[in-house]
Nanobody, 123 residues
């Protein structure tokens, strides 16, 4: 499956931005999907995930209550709505897919990565 991320850009602190990831080759409903981010000099970290079955979501504590991940099977897309953005949210955001039978979200569990989209938050 190929993942194409888009929607990054520049936003002021407190603002909102939406990043999307379109899948081709397979449907997003075939995989558990997630958004990771990587800031300069830092490790890639899990931000949000959505399960293949039931659409259950989970969020990193740092974004809980501000970010919402959703899946649109008809459009074969997952989206991350980011509200109340903070300068520390600035990073390259990557969508990721893993086979549903794999447990956890360590980087080695990921089957497919999108190319990343840059989110810049100005203070």
């Amino acid at each position: 499956v190929q993942l194409q991320a888009s929607g990054g850009g520049l936003v002021q602190a407190g603002g909102s931005l939406r990043v999307s990831c379109v899948a081709s080759g397979r449907t997003v409903s075939d995989y558990d999907m997630a958004w990771f981010r990587q800031a300069p000099g830092k490790e890639r970290e899990l931000v949000a995930s959505i399960s293949r079955s039931g659409g259950g979501t989970a969020y990193a504590d740092s974004v809980k209550g501000r970010f919402t991940m959703s899946r649109d099977s008809a459009k074969n897309t997952v989206t991350l709505q980011m509200n109340s953005l903070k300068p520390e949210d600035m990073a390259v955001y990557y969508c990721a897919a893993k086979s549903y039978w794999k447990t956890g979200w360590s980087l080695r569990e990921i089957d497919y990565w999108g190319q990343g989209t840059l989110v810049t938050v100005s203070s």
